[in-house]
């Protein structure tokens, strides 16, 4: 089965560039993703750029409407996501428990739905 | 043969019984929580229509797995369409795949459906529900009953665990060994949320007693198919304990009495004695979890021939280790009330004050109520009434509320005190 592994958090709650903490940070994200890889669970996987630069877009009658902005203001954002293979809901889990930035926000997951 | 109403209420039971069992190997087959179910309520249909006449077959268990995965496979061919291959192989698992076991027994399963209906990603109210459902063979209209739910709520929240169940790939299968202690913890809070039901509400038509006992029951499988974990025989002591004192706390009136007026030959001892040899297995067995140590102060009310010659100061020894292990406030309230009979109420109430967990127990009636105690045992009149206002106040339970009531009024006629 494949899961979307969502990753939200307020922008800042975690280490951030300049900061010492950083580049640790930064190593535990390329070490998760090549266990994801090598394990074979690995199907995609991007950070996003801030909310700042975030654009909503809605058809309303035929008409197209553009806000600035996320679809919802609110504290913990969707910053960055992993889609994987899993066998179960147990393994997508433990594979979410294992995003550095589980310690620092939240992680939603999410199952792949098969249109069949 | 017998009369009609007696086979059919004979069949119910069985079937009930064996429910747990009969759905883990239906599960078992195909993964399908829903499809199990369904088949296995459309086999026990045809089991309350033929066996009355025909008899209860020589193994009904067989009976009914057979009928159950016909059922199941007319159901998929009802739901398939024509150019849906996709269910194939699901279908040739219900119609041909062999049945595990040696062919006389079941193999049991129940392990696994527990695992499931307990698992984390599902709602904790739902947890339970469909722990008594699948394990306990509690209809939905008795679940819902038993938590004064509306009973299409109860099915709809049925319905949407079983959805998730099958959407979000939650397995039928037992946890990775690693984190086999976390869900056992998880399935056991479960279980202990069924009893405390149980031992709380006694309005619905399920009876305090029924959930109770299904919470015992449930905790006599999981004893059975995991024996090397003592927390779980912890807890299965914890509930007999508890229960073995079911009908003397009750006044036959509706009216609640307390441990200290308790009759004790109400005690049940079949109960007490198999709680008894729990625990003791349980301490023997490794490092005492909490529900272990609750179950042992029991234990030692259990043994005592009356109020007066409880052990009070092991229990006190006992609360200071579950209070160190915890953190959790409302156990100095337990502790005080050992604390008072082991040394003196001054001393316990003195000692509930400088715990610091009065200000996280303001709305908890028994930390009134156990102050309003100390406080009248201490000369401390008009205090102890303030604390009972306070306690009648807080109180939910209209036998709750009553007792205090009663205990107040005792206070209020004694000659006032200063």
């Known amino acids: 089965m494949q899961y979307m592994l969502l990753i939200y958090g307020a922008e800042g709650a975690d280490p951030q560039p300049g900061t010492e903490e950083f580049g640790a940070y930064m190593q535990d994200y390329m070490t998760f993703t090549t266990r994801m890889r090598d394990e074979g669970k690995f199907v995609a996987?991007?950070?996003l750029q801030p909310i700042s630069t975030a654009t909503t877009v809605s058809v309303s009658s035929g008409k197209v409407e553009t806000v600035d902005g996320p679809f919802a203001e609110t504290k913990e954002q969707?910053?960055?996501?992993?889609?994987?293979?899993?066998?179960?809901?147990?393994?997508?889990?433990?594979?979410?428990?294992?995003?550095?930035?589980?310690?620092?926000?939240?992680?939603?997951?999410?199952?792949?739905?098969?249109f069949d | 043969m017998l009369p009609q109403s007696d086979i059919s209420g004979q069949i119910t039971r069985l079937i009930r019984e064996d429910w747990g069992r009969l759905l883990a190997v239906l599960v078992s087959f195909g993964g399908d929580f829903a499809l199990a179910e369904d088949s296995l309520q459309d086999a026990m249909v045809a089991a309350l229509e033929h066996w009355p006449e025909r008899g209860v077959p020589r193994d009904p268990d067989a009976w009914l797995i057979t009928t159950a995965r016909r059922k199941a496979v007319d159901r998929l061919r009802r739901a398939r369409t024509a150019e849906d291959k996709a269910d194939e192989l699901t279908l040739w698992h219900w119609q041909h795949a062999p049945q595990e076991g040696d062919g006389r027994t079941l193999p049991d399963h129940r392990l696994e459906l527990i695992f499931t209906c307990c698992h984390p990603a599902l709602e904790e109210k739902s947890r339970v529900a469909l722990t008594l459902r699948a394990l306990g063979g509690l209809t939905t209209q008795e679940i819902a009953s038993a938590f004064l739910d509306k009973p299409e709520a109860m099915a709809?929240?049925?319905?949407?665990?079983?959805?998730?169940?099958?959407?979000?790939?939650?397995?039928?299968?037992?946890?990775?060994?690693?984190?086999?202690?976390?869900?056992?913890?998880?399935?056991?809070?479960?279980?202990?949320?069924?009893?405390?039901?149980?031992?709380?509400?006694?309005?619905?038509?399920?009876?305090?007693?029924?959930l109770a006992g299904e919470a015992i029951r449930l905790g006599r499988i999981l004893v059975s198919c995991l024996p090397e974990h003592p927390e779980?025989?912890?807890?299965?002591?914890?509930?007999?304990?508890g229960e073995s004192r079911r009908l003397a706390r009750s006044d036959g009136a509706g009216g609640y009495v307390p441990l200290e007026t308790q009759n004790r030959a109400r005690w049940d001892r079949g109960m007490i004695r198999e709680g008894l040899d729990l625990v003791e297995v349980a301490l023997r067995q490794g490092r005492a979890h909490p529900y272990t140590l609750q179950a042992a102060i029991s234990a030692l009310h259990a043994q005592a021939q009356d109020f007066a010659s409880t052990d009070w100061a092991q229990i006190v020894?006992?609360?200071?280790?579950?209070?160190?292990?915890?953190?959790?406030?409302?156990?100095?309230?337990?502790?005080?009330?050992?604390?008072?009979?082991?040394?003196?109420?001054?001393?316990?109430?003195?000692?509930?004050?400088?715990?610091g967990a009065a200000q996280h127990l303001a709305a908890y009636q028994p930390y009134h109520s156990c102050r309003a105690d100390l406080l009248a045992r201490i000369g401390q009149g008009d205090a102890a009434l303030v604390a009972y206002d306070q306690a009648i106040a807080?109180?939910?339970?209209?036998?709750?509320?009553?007792?205090?009531?009663?205990?107040?009024n005792r206070l209020a006629t004694r000659a006032p005190s200063g």
């Open chain 1, 45 to 47: 996987g991007d950070a």
């Open chain 1, 78 to 114: 969707l910053g960055g996501y992993y889609l994987l293979e899993c066998a179960d809901l147990d393994e997508a889990l433990k594979c979410a428990a294992d995003i550095p930035t589980a310690k620092y926000g939240r992680v939603e997951v999410r199952p792949i739905m098969v």
């Open chain 2, 156 to 210: 709809a929240r049925l319905t949407r665990a079983k959805k998730k169940m099958q959407a979000a790939g939650i397995r039928f299968r037992l946890p990775d060994p690693e984190d086999l202690p976390e869900r056992i913890e998880g399935v056991l809070q479960v279980i202990y949320l069924i009893f405390n039901e149980g031992y709380r509400s006694s309005s619905g038509a399920l009876s305090r007693g029924d």
């Open chain 2, 232 to 241: 779980i025989k912890g807890l299965l002591a914890l509930m007999l304990l």
């Open chain 2, 317 to 355: 020894a006992l609360y200071s280790v579950l209070i160190h292990r915890q953190l959790n406030p409302v156990l100095w309230v337990n502790h005080a009330v050992a604390q008072s009979y082991a040394s003196t109420p001054d001393q316990a109430l003195r000692e509930l004050e400088a715990s």
């Open chain 2, 394 to 408: 807080l109180a939910q339970a209209p036998e709750e509320r009553s007792f205090l009531i009663s205990r107040r």
